[in-house]
């Protein structure tokens, strides 16, 4: 149990052009997601937190315009990349929380090429 | 700010070997810490979690220990293997927050 999926698994879009990254809990309700991005030989950096049907929490520095974060369903997070450039490349990967426990479940994560 | 740290960064070993590796914290206030596994190119894998009342958990070779008051988690791998090989990451978990170190990179040579 407990499983997270993402989609798609990489991606590679041209500078200037927006991307979508779909994250999703597949057999439980998952009240929380988060949003993490990871750079080469580097930690996961949480972006932003959101909770099914309100406005994500963005961590200080993370762009809420740029890094769009939508969670309208119980099972269903989405991080949409505006105007994607070359320095937005990296690994970005979802987890998801439900209400009744701490723990998080983390997805396969996202690897993003912007050319 | 939580701030966790993962020391050495890189540890090689012949297999066989037990492996030893050490993550601190500087915010005892933590509902739990997690240790994952991460090989090169894929996302986490969780290998043990450790809630804030306990002091370790173990999982066939791995064995991972809590010391809150000190800041301070050991994930121990006996025996080690060449599948063995990845980066660990730990993880605390605090404010519903979870902060990770940036890792230790185990090469098992066969």
């Known amino acids: 149990g407990a499983v997270v999926s993402q989609h798609p698994s990489w991606v590679i879009c041209k500078s200037g052009t927006s991307v979508k990254i779909e994250c999703r809990s597949l057999?439980?309700?998952?009240?929380?997601m988060f949003w993490y991005r990871q750079f080469p030989k580097q930690s996961l950096m949480l972006m932003a937190t959101?909770?099914?049907?309100?406005?994500?929490?963005?961590e200080q520095g993370v762009e809420k315009d740029k890094f769009l974060i939508n969670h309208a369903s119980l099972t269903l997070s989405t991080l949409t990349v505006t105007s994607a450039h070359p320095e937005d490349s990296s690994f970005y990967i979802c987890?998801?929380?439900?209400?009744?426990?701490?723990?998080?479940?983390f997805g396969p994560g996202t690897r993003l090429t912007v050319t | 700010k939580q701030e966790v740290t993962q020391i050495p960064a890189a540890l090689s070993v012949p297999e066989g070997e037990n492996l030893v590796l050490n993550c601190s914290f500087t915010?005892?206030?933590?509902?739990?810490l997690q240790w994952f596994r991460q090989d090169p190119g894929k996302g986490l894998t969780s290998l043990l979690l450790?809630?804030?009342?306990?002091r370790e958990q173990t999982s066939g070779r791995l064995n991972a220990s809590l010391d809150k008051s000190s800041g301070r988690s050991t994930l121990y791998i006996a025996a080690s293997q060449p599948g063995d090989s990845a980066t660990y990451l730990c993880?605390?978990?605090?404010?519903?927050?979870?902060?990770f170190g940036a890792g230790t990179t185990v090469t098992v040579r066969a």
């Open positions: 959101s909770n099914e049907g309100s406005k994500a929490t963005y």
């Open positions: 987890s998801a929380r439900t209400g009744s426990t701490y723990e998080q479940y």
């Open positions: 915010d005892s206030a933590i509902y739990n």
């Open positions: 450790i809630q804030s009342s306990q």
């Open positions: 993880a605390a978990l605090d404010d519903y927050k979870l902060s």
């Open positions: 057999d439980f309700q998952a009240t929380t």
